[in-house]
């Protein structure tokens, strides 16, 4: 049985859009887990930015909790300094936990937890936390897709011919994972 022309031109043909569709399809993922990235690290700067707020309002009634004031403001320049998002983990993981310290030191402080400007910047905290944790969430769950496909056969072959790399995830430590308590 001989092959004909056409035949042939439309395996051919078949084998190119086939490629060409996965080829789209690892890059669309791949910018989806761009884009997620880039709402995860947006999340993260609104965290950054009301830290000085929250540390100016607590350092007002509790000045010998120095060393806890200085340990937040250390580890978030760590966290400004660190620059792709999974490389990030560990500092704001310890982030976090400073986050928390810094709420918790409210209980020893009535009149600090009774100081709306602190309720307030107490509320914008936990809503962050909250968006931080959905944007990682999206995240993930695009690096996720992006990593199955891209290691995946028959789009394992144009992921290595066009130097497509696995992408990590962004891990909070376990106990990091949950927003910090608010208190009315």
Do not use: W
């Not at 399809?25 to 930015?49: F, G, M, P, S, W």
């Not at 998002?85 to 310290?101: F, K, T, V, Y």
């Amino acid at each position: 049985m001989s092959v004909t022309f056409g035949t042939l031109l439309f395996s051919i043909l078949s084998l190119v859009l086939i490629f060409a569709l996965l080829f789209n399809y690892l890059i669309r993922l791949y910018n989806i887990t761009c884009e997620a990235e880039a709402d995860v690290n947006v999340q993260l700067k609104r965290r950054h930015d009301l830290i000085p707020k929250l540390v100016d309002a607590v350092s007002a009634y509790s000045a010998h909790e120095k060393r806890v004031l200085e340990d937040i403001a250390k580890t978030r320049s760590e966290c400004l300094d660190t620059g792709a998002l999974p490389e990030r983990s560990a500092s704001e993981s310890r982030l976090a936990g400073s986050i928390r310290s810094i709420l918790a030191l409210a209980e020893s402080y009535p009149d600090l937890k009774a100081d709306q400007n602190f309720l307030s910047l107490q509320k914008e905290i936990s809503a962050v936390e909250d968006a931080i944790q959905n944007s990682r969430r999206l995240y993930n769950g695009a690096v996720r897709n992006y990593n199955v496909l891209a290691q995946s056969f028959p789009a394992l072959l144009i992921a290595r011919a066009a130097n497509f790399k696995s992408r990590e995830y962004f891990e909070l430590a376990a106990q990091e994972d949950e927003s910090p308590p608010v208190r009315f």
